[in-house]
């Protein structure tokens, strides 16, 4: 029977051999990126950032996209496909007559879902002859997860750590260096941009977008160095939707499909990696799922912020992007969501909320982090404080079929573990939060 299933099976052919590209089923095209003079992007401009393969795909109108096959085998060697788990003992405590299911990527060998594009762009470039990638990480999952590919691929890999979470999170530091990487706080002393903020405020938190000019500064300013990103844009999304294409095989064993699909959201390369294939069935109108992508109060570009065009990062470095946005200038609170403090969202993604198929939602610290303990206390897993805010939802959404009589499918995906994140855990127990 469905109900006696826990675990699905993780048995190699259910990873994908493609990748699920959105973008032509989009409800309207994604607005073009401009310049500042209101010029329109080429591909070719985006190559003096980032390697010719991931600008290609970039701008790809092609539905389904071939995951190479060396990189396949790399995958399954670093765990994947990740498993499928059914949240019994929470649904057993919730007393809910809905079934919550969950992807697991904290299986990963850093512990988040980040390592499925860090890979990926890791690969190509080192076939296309480059020597050193430069990026940023806010809570320190991203930088680890680019830090392992560049030791997996023969890379050097230079990373701009937000400072808040640089301090709050020293052993993801220790992570990164043990597979080869060199970090830096950001703002830093290295570049021209953290040299400037660091005169106005020698104690500035920092924030995603600081990093990102930061590490598009370096890359400029380098040769043979290219620019890798960790969320937001198109490519980097399309590479996450392994999640979610294992999930539906996985589903489709065990006889279910879901009614909600969750996902936190910082730039929304976790929510688009486990939802876009269902949202899929959703735009050719065969389904009636419901998607809720959850965001922290203290950076709510989905529920406060604008439509509009802006920039990707703080300094204006980056190509103008239409996507949700609180300002380029916003510096979010120094919450322990580090992954979520960013200030803008997907392009494609803010389609979807624009045409109200994915439904956003925010919480506060303190509620995600009563959600992660719940969790840590049915499941046994203490979620990454980000993964946390996807918890609270799942637990919201549970509640209400109970309310309601319901028996509903919960698909969310728990995007990492907190191991290292449990300075946030200390705080809230001890009551800081």
């Not at 299911?101 to 990963?108: H, N, P, R």
């Not at 406060?304 to 980056?318: C, Q």
Request: with cysteine.
């Amino acid at each position: 029977m469905v109900d006696e299933h826990i675990r699905s099976s993780q048995t190699p052919d259910i990873l994908p051999s493609y990748w699920y590209n959105i973008l032509p089923d989009l409800p309207e095209p994604i607005p073009p990126m401009r310049l500042g003079t209101g010029e329109i992007v080429k591909p070719e401009m985006l190559e003096k950032l980032f390697t010719h393969t991931v600008v290609k795909q970039e701008f790809s109108m092609e539905r389904y996209i071939s995951i190479p096959s060396d990189l396949r085998k790399t995958y399954l060697e670093i765990g994947r496909p990740t498993p499928l788990l059914r949240a019994k003992r929470l649904e057993e405590y919730l007393n809910t007559p809905a079934r919550i299911y969950y992807k697991y990527e904290g299986v990963t060998p850093t512990g988040s879902h980040k390592v499925n594009t860090a890979l990926a762009q890791a690969y190509y470039a080192s076939r296309e002859g480059i020597d050193r990638l430069t990026t940023e990480t806010g809570a320190g999952q991203w930088g680890s997860a680019l830090s392992l590919a560049g030791s997996m691929f023969g890379l050097k890999i230079t990373v701009y750590m937000v400072r808040i979470s640089y301090l709050q999170k020293p052993y993801r530091k220790t992570v990164m260096e043990l597979y080869g990487a060199e970090i830096y706080p950001s703002p830093s002393d290295k570049t021209e941009i953290g040299r400037k903020i660091l005169l106005e405020n020698p104690d500035h938190p920092g924030s995603l977008g600081i990093a990102i000019s930061e590490a598009i500064w370096d890359a400029i300013h380098s040769e043979n160095t290219k620019y890798s990103l960790g969320s937001v844009l198109n490519h980097v999304l399309l590479h996450q939707t392994v999640i979610g294409l294992e999930a539906k095989k996985q589903l489709e064993e065990i006889g279910v499909y879901p009614d909600i699909v969750i996902g936190c959201v910082g730039g929304g390369s976790n929510f688009a990696g486990i939802s876009y294939p269902f949202i899929r069935d959703k735009l050719k109108e065969s389904s009636n799922i419901r998607f809720i992508a959850v965001e922290p109060e203290a950076a709510p570009s989905m529920t406060k912020g604008e439509y509009r065009y802006d920039f990707g990062d703080s300094a204006g470095l980056t190509p103008l992007i239409k996507m949700y946005t609180l300002g380029y200038k916003y510096i979010p609170p120094p919450i322990h969501a580090g992954g979520l403090r960013y200030h803008g969202l997907a392009p494609s993604l803010s389609i979807l909320v624009k045409h109200g198929i994915v439904e956003p939602r925010a919480y506060t610290q303190k509620q995600i982090f009563e959600a992660g303990k719940l969790f840590a206390r049915t499941e046994g897993i203490i979620p990454a404080p980000e993964s946390a805010h996807a918890v609270k939802a799942v637990i919201d959404e549970a509640i209400k079929a109970r309310e309601e009589n319901k028996e509903k499918i919960i698909l969310f995906n728990l995007s990492g573990h907190g191991l290292l994140d449990l300075k946030g855990y200390r705080d809230f127990l001890d009551g800081k939060i």
